[in-house]
């Protein structure tokens, strides 16, 4: 009998009820000051980080090997002989990469270290998905098969307040920065077959980036119908309306609307609106 576990980082901004609802194991990455660090979604908020962010910008850091390995211990011991685990994109973290050092470590489990290619609920939504699987009795293999055209489906957009913590960090991809800011151009970024954030296209102005979101969303899933998500950092009001709009899609089934992790608020600053949009 195979015994399945579910691993995700805190960046897959799943709620508690629905981490319990599919029985998934959390491995949060750190959010470190000078002088303290905090654990992602357990000791400190997305608001906590952006009010601090006059004083001093945090840098974030990758769950340590002995927590991983910790976890994986845990595992055996409940009597799990295989591991599902979702990480966000190898092309914004190392968090996948840990993971597979660590399980050469476990041989006698049989593993799928998968990377999403996304963030957020981009890798959320693959979660859920292997859980709704989980529950319903289908084998690892089956399982593992359905990953990548799951991952096909799913898109992530989001607009940002200003570029200037996504360069900061080291995190700007192919998203081209400071002239368009002086323009007033948002970039409408997401992510592309790499992993690496990409600038899908340009909008001027706060309101009409927010507006282009809807579009996006209105043209990627009216008529074929799918499921959909809007995030914010720091932004609740603006993405309140935008979710209402949404809802508004025929054939569109809304999942939530929720904030996004501390760890990716540090790289995003205050102001981020997203979507994350999974096809039929």
Same mark, same amino acid.
């Given at each position: ?122 890798? @959320? ?5 292997? %859980?709704?699987?989980? /529950? &319903?009795?289908? !084998?690892?293999?089956?399982? +593992? $098969? ?79 119908? @799918? ?5 914010? %950092?720091?932004?609740? /009001? &603006?993405?309140? !309306?935008?979710?209402?709009? +949404? $809802? ?33």
């Amino acid at each position: 009998m195979q015994k399945i576990a579910l691993v995700a980082d805190s960046t897959c901004d799943l709620n508690k009820e629905e981490i319990k609802k599919n029985n998934v194991h959390i491995l949060p990455l750190k959010i470190v000051y000078k002088d303290r660090e905090y654990t992602d979604r357990v000791d400190i908020t997305p608001q906590e980080v952006y009010d601090n962010m006059k004083n001093e910008v945090p840098t974030t850091s990758l769950p340590s090997m002995e927590e991983i390995d910790r976890l994986f211990l845990k595992l055996k011991e409940e009597g799990y002989t295989h591991l599902i685990a979702v990480t966000i994109s190898t092309g914004l973290s190392g968090t996948n990469n840990s993971l597979r050092l660590v399980s050469k470590k476990h041989p006698e489990m049989t593993y799928e270290i998968f990377d999403s290619k996304a963030l957020s609920l981009g890798a @959320g939504a693959i979660v859920m998905e292997c %859980g709704k699987m989980i /529950e &319903e009795g289908k !084998d690892f293999e089956y399982i +593992v $098969k359905q990953m990548p055209m799951l991952r096909e489906k799913i898109k992530v957009f989001y607009v940002l307040d200003t570029l200037k913590y996504l360069m900061k960090g080291g995190r700007i991809g192919k998203v081209s920065g400071s002239i368009g800011q002086l323009l007033n151009l948002k970039p409408i970024i997401s992510i592309d077959n790499e992993g690496i954030y990409y600038t899908y296209t340009k909008v001027r102005g706060r309101k009409k980036s927010i507006n282009k979101l809807h579009e996006i969303m209105k043209e990627t899933l009216e008529g074929k119908g @799918g499921k959909a998500w809007v995030l914010h %950092g720091g932004a609740k /009001e &603006e993405a309140m !309306d935008l979710y209402e709009k +949404v $809802k508004t899609i025929p054939n569109v089934i809304m999942e939530g609307l929720s904030d996004i992790s501390p760890v990716a608020g540090v790289h995003t600053g205050p102001g981020l609106i997203g979507i994350t949009i999974m096809k039929k």
